[in-house]
T-cell receptor, first 111, second 114 residues
Framework: SQQGEEDPQALSIQEGENATMNCSYKTSINNLQWYRQNSGRGLVHLIL?????REKHSGRLRVTLDTSKKSSSLLITASRAADTASYFCAPPYNAGNMLTFGGGTRLMVKP | DSGVTQTPKHLITATGQRVTLRCSPR?????VYWYQQSLDQGLQFLIQYYNGEERAKGNILERFSAQQFPDLHSELNLSSLELGDSALYFC?????????????FGEGSWLTVV
């Protein structure tokens, strides 16, 4: 099935460092969304990148999309303790905008 | 705040019982999605509605059902509950059903079956 697979599964860094999370998917897509989830909370939408965009920025976030490699990456620069969360990429499963989720990357930012 | 409202936030019930989870989508959003998140299964898509009609079905059990009402709010009904149904249930909404529409999630309803 079409679901994003995040790598690494877990990442621990110090505050101020950059965090990079990768996502791979299986079939062609025309967009991909990234989400953050704090423990036990709802998913917060971070960014949507379309297939005609190679890179997109939002504050300290930078997302890339390589459709030829079926991969995407999320970079968080100058990380903060508040960035500690799980991060999910979500490619659409079908034209109906159904999203599928992998296991996510659990990011811990140590103060 | 995503604008998606879910009630109740927490629910504890016994096996065999039936519960209803309610969702109010963001203002103007026509599409509603239900997801289940558990430790062993991760985030699983259950069902999608668009303007009152079912659009897509995922891993939804026959004991579960949902509907979207004319005012666009949605309910997820879970019956004959089992211990394994304990999970966080999310509702999400988007303006349209076509791919590329940002999907916004609510805070979820924690269901514990004892």
């Amino acid at each position: 099935s079409q679901q994003g697979e995040e790598d690494p599964q877990a990442l621990s860094i110090q505050e101020g460092e950059n965090a990079t999370m990768n996502c791979s998917y299986k079939t062609s897509i025309n967009n991909l969304q990234w989400y953050r989830q704090n423990s036990g909370r709802g998913l917060v939408h971070l960014i949507l990148i379309r297939s005609n965009e190679r890179e997109k920025h939002s504050g300290r976030l930078r997302v890339t999309l390589d459709t030829s490699k079926k991969s995407s990456s999320l970079l968080i620069t100058a990380s903060r303790a508040a960035d500690t969360a799980s991060y999910f990429c979500a490619p659409p499963y079908n034209a109906g905008n159904m999203l599928t989720f992998g296991g996510g990357t659990r990011l811990m930012v140590k103060p | 705040d995503s604008g998606v409202t879910q009630t109740p936030k927490h629910l504890i019930t016994a096996t065999g019982q039936r519960v209803t989870l309610r969702c109010s989508p963001r203002s103007g959003d026509l599409s509603v999605y239900w997801y289940q998140q558990s430790l062993d299964q991760g985030l699983q898509f259950l069902i999608q509605y668009y303007n009152g009609e079912e659009r897509a079905k995922g891993n939804i059990l026959e004991r579960f059902s949902a509907q979207q009402f004319p005012d666009l709010h949605s309910e997820l009904n879970l019956s004959s509950l089992e211990l394994g149904d304990s999970a966080l249930y999310f509702c999400a909404s988007s303006a349209r059903t076509a791919t590329g529409n940002t999907i916004y999630f609510g805070e979820g309803s924690w269901l514990t079956v004892v």
